[in-house]
């Protein structure tokens, strides 16, 4: 009996956009198919294995193509693990897998690009690009009953009983009817079938075959004949298997781009045959662009797992380090155990060893493309740079030897990014620190007033943009036995001993001034104090020792931070040998009451180029109109 079913609300939107599609590589159809008839056999094969079932051999587990240009329709044939019942009202109607579910979620935010089918894969429904109705007849593996799901529009399916005379799926697409812009007949040839099978699949470790005719000469005439055959038209070699001469950079990126459902070449790929202690291939990619979902928690790290050549499992997490996690690819060993399940892959002596080499072998990777080609690898850091920053965070600094040669920063001298080791090359004599200064942009940092005594004597700053920066060079501790110093915190002793004794000279002529202040500005500092880190500007703020301005900001944003409000202490500079000095002076012998409203002025402008808000934005304004109009009398 059939039953006329609805499908869910995100499939029927998923579909209807793959129904009206004008994306343009609608040929994906046939790889997305002929991937889940792969899969579907892998699922067996690993099930027999397991189980001990006989008579299951990949031999026998082909996949079948046939075109038939009278009824223009192509079927995908398989003798997977099948689907019963409700396994094909689970699967087949409602959006389950990875990719799509990242779609509907970019749907769910508006992105109504078409483009975006190419960036997550929809797998089964891109079917419908090409097709206006689509058949998949199935029967379980193990089942005697086999049922077919039939669909032509986004409305709905039916599910029924029909007849299949082996287990796995057959697949019947009827080809929508050809426009002005699609042909859709194009893939009726079986050449473009042949073609497309080459261009996607041609790694598929199980024979896909078609009848084809070919011409052939007649024996004893010079006559041809059509005839008809059944040809294998994939290699079935696994690209990783393959010697990487042979390897073209096209077929590399195809195939990354197809496995790994991303619409852009790798930037890197790093195939490589290991033999020894441990056998394996891996194939390692470093993606061009940050993953769409990458920074959310539906981003699962890990490689694809084979055991010669037996798809094993998706995403074994524990193959490469949290630090490396935007790394994408496969391990293929014959040491690993077919049997092995994921809770006992975390104890596996030989994942172990994979992992370790597999780490080691990224980390190459990136310092050989630091060496190399900076440009390139200032691409990735910007898109992946962060995850190191973290790295060396994340590990208390355990990761310190590791991961310290790889972190670029912005240098305030060189207007690029630069590396520790860069930096402290290009040290002057006389500089003892590693200067750096926070804050949300390079321009906005670059305007602080109290980076210009560090830059007036020619020693570099590093800027950091990063809510991570200051986390990581903290627990970095120094670099080749050089600390890092913020030029915002404590005592620079950027002066000479001279200059020292003269700013200690001015600071006790005018403690009464200095007292005034403080005692004006209450506990909102711990100190005013004479600077000498300002050059021409009149005033700065800086943090005692311990939790930094920066720090305090990401820390009050975290959601952790539940209203503890940290806060690092303030410091009011000021600048001695600046005009404004002397104004407040006068203010203090002449107009005594005076002070009050000057500090808190001087406090509130110190605190906004700093990037902090203040506290009551109309007393300070009133403040200031108050002595234009009394700088007019
Ligand atoms: N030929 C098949 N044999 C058995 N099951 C199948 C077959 N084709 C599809 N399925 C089932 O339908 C589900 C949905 O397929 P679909 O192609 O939409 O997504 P997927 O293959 O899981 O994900 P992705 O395309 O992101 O790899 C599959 O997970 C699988 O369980």
């Not at 009726?188 to 042949?194: D, F």
């Not at 470790?205 to 294998?232: G, Q």
């Not at 590093?462 to 627990?475: A, I, K, P, S």
């Not at 305090?552 to 404004?580: C, F, T, W």
Request: with cysteine; hydrophobic share 35%.
């Amino acid at each position: 009996m059939s039953e006329k079913k609805q499908f869910k609300t995100e499939s029927k939107r998923l579909l209807d956009l793959m129904i009206n599609s004008i994306y343009t590589h609608k040929e994906i159809f046939l790889r997305e198919l002929v991937s889940n008839a792969s899969d579907a056999s892998d699922k067996l094969y690993y099930k027999a294995l397991q189980e001990n079932i006989n008579g299951i051999s990949r031999e026998d587990m082909d996949i079948f193509l046939s075109i038939d240009k009278e009824k223009r329709t192509i079927t995908i044939e398989d003798h997977g693990i099948g689907m019963d019942h409700d396994e094909l009202e689970e699967r087949l109607g409602t959006i389950a897998n990875s990719g799509s579910n990242e779609f509907k979620n970019a749907l769910e935010k508006g992105v109504d690009n078409v483009d975006i089918i190419g960036q997550f894969g929809v797998g089964f429904y891109s079917a419908f690009m090409v097709a206006d109705k689509v058949e998949v007849f199935s029967k379980k593996y193990g089942e005697d009953k086999a049922y077919a799901w039939v669909s032509d529009t986004s409305d709905g399916y039916e599910i029924f009983e029909s007849g299949l005379d082996h287990h796995g799926t057959k697949i019947v697409l009827h080809l929508k009817d050809n426009t002005e812009e699609e042909n859709y007949d194009e893939y009726l040839s079986q050449y473009e079938i042949e073609r497309l099978i080459k261009k996607y699949s041609d790694y598929i470790h199980y024979p896909i075959k078609m009848e084809m005719t070919v011409s052939k000469k007649k024996e004893d005439s010079d006559e041809y004949e059509d005839v008809t055959e059944v040809k294998v038209l994939n290699s079935q070699v696994p690209l990783w298997k393959r010697n990487k001469k042979d390897i073209t950079e096209e077929e590399y990126n195809d195939f990354y781009k197809s496995k790994f459902n991303d619409f852009t070449d790798p930037q890197r790929v790093m195939h490589n045959r290991v033999e020894g202690n441990i056998t394996y291939d891996s194939l390692l990619f470093i993606p061009s662009q940050v993953p769409m979902n990458y920074f959310s928690s539906e981003y699962e790290k890990g490689l694809q797992l084979y055991s010669r050549g037996v798809f094993i499992m998706d995403k074994a997490k524990d193959l490469v380090p949290e630090h490396f996690r935007f790394v994408r690819g496969l391990v293929d060993s014959q040491d690993l155990n077919l049997n092995i399940s994921r809770e006992m892959l975390q104890h596996d002596r030989s994942m172990k060893l994979i992992a370790d080499r597999i780490e080691k072998r990224i980390q190459r990777e990136l310092e050989d493309m630091l060496k190399k080609d900076r440009e390139e690898y200032v691409k990735f850091w910007k898109n992946f740079g962060m995850q190191i920053k973290f790295g060396i965070y994340h590990s208390y600094g355990m990761l310190k030897d590791k991961l310290q040669d790889l972190l670029l920063f912005y240098s305030a001298n060189k207007k690029d990014y630069i590396t520790l080791n860069e930096y402290v090359e290009a040290m002057k004599e006389d500089q003892k620190d590693i200067y750096f200064a926070s804050g949300e942009t390079v321009e906005k940092i670059d305007m602080l007033p109290a980076c210009e005594a560090v830059k007036d004597k020619g020693f570099d700053i590093l800027y950091l943009t990063d809510n991570v920066d200051e986390f990581c060079l903290q627990m970095l501790r120094d670099y080749k036995e050089k600390t890092f110093k913020n030029v915002t915190q404590g005592d620079l002793n950027l002066e000479s001993e001279e200059e020292k004794k003269e700013l200690e000279q001015k600071t006790t002529d005018h403690k009464d001034l200095l007292d005034a202040i403080k005692e004006a500005l209450g506990d909102k500092v711990v100190e005013v104090r004479l600077s000498s880190r300002l050059k021409s500007h009149p005033v700065c703020l800086t943090s005692s020792e311990g939790v930094s301005f920066e720090m305090e900001k990401v820390l009050n944003a975290m959601p952790e931070a539940q209203g503890q409000n940290v806060k690092a202490g303030r410091i009011l500079e000021i600048n001695p040998n600046h005009d404004l000095f002397n104004a407040l002076v006068n203010v203090n012998e002449k107009n005594a009451d005076k002070v009050k409203d000057y500090a808190s002025l001087l406090f509130d402008e110190a605190m906004l180029i700093e990037g902090f808000t203040i506290e009551d934005p109309v007393g300070f304004s009133n403040k200031i109109t108050s002595l234009m109009i009394e700088a007019s009398k």
